[in-house]
Nanobody, 122 residues
């Protein structure tokens, strides 16, 4: 079992920055690939970013490349999503996800957090 809890969401102005955190507990954090997804009202769940066990492999959706950065601290059992140059279209419920065995390639994430809301508005 892996339990995930997101934090750091909130209201931010367009062009601003926000850092999301996902704290993991349960099984060994360093065994899992991690990712961020998001879902806005009326839309399907969308992949945002992923990171491998040691952090050496990172993947991003085209819509966030150059603006978002995913990172992890295995000593703290935490994955982060640094979001810069935020746009209103980034407004979504953001979910943290975990998966085992090359999930950064298969995209078959098994565990999910409850989500944290990010709203970009003036």
């Amino acid at each position: 079992q892996v339990q995930l809890v997101e934090s750091g969401g909130g209201l931010v102005q367009p062009g601003g920055s926000l850092r999301l955190s996902c704290a993991a507990s349960g099984r060994t954090f360093s065994d899992y690939d991690m990712a961020w997804f998001r879902q806005a009202p009326g839309k399907e769940r969308e992949f945002v970013a992923a990171i491998s066990r040691r952090g050496s492999i990172q993947k991003y959706a085209d819509s966030v490349k150059g603006r978002f950065t995913i990172s992890r601290d295995n000593d703290k059992n935490t994955v982060y999503l640094q979001m810069n140059s935020l746009k209103p279209e980034d407004t979504s419920l953001y979910y943290c996800a975990a998966g085992f065995a090359d999930t950064v390639y298969t995209n078959n994430y098994t565990y999910w957090g409850p989500g944290t809301q990010v709203t970009v508005s003036s």
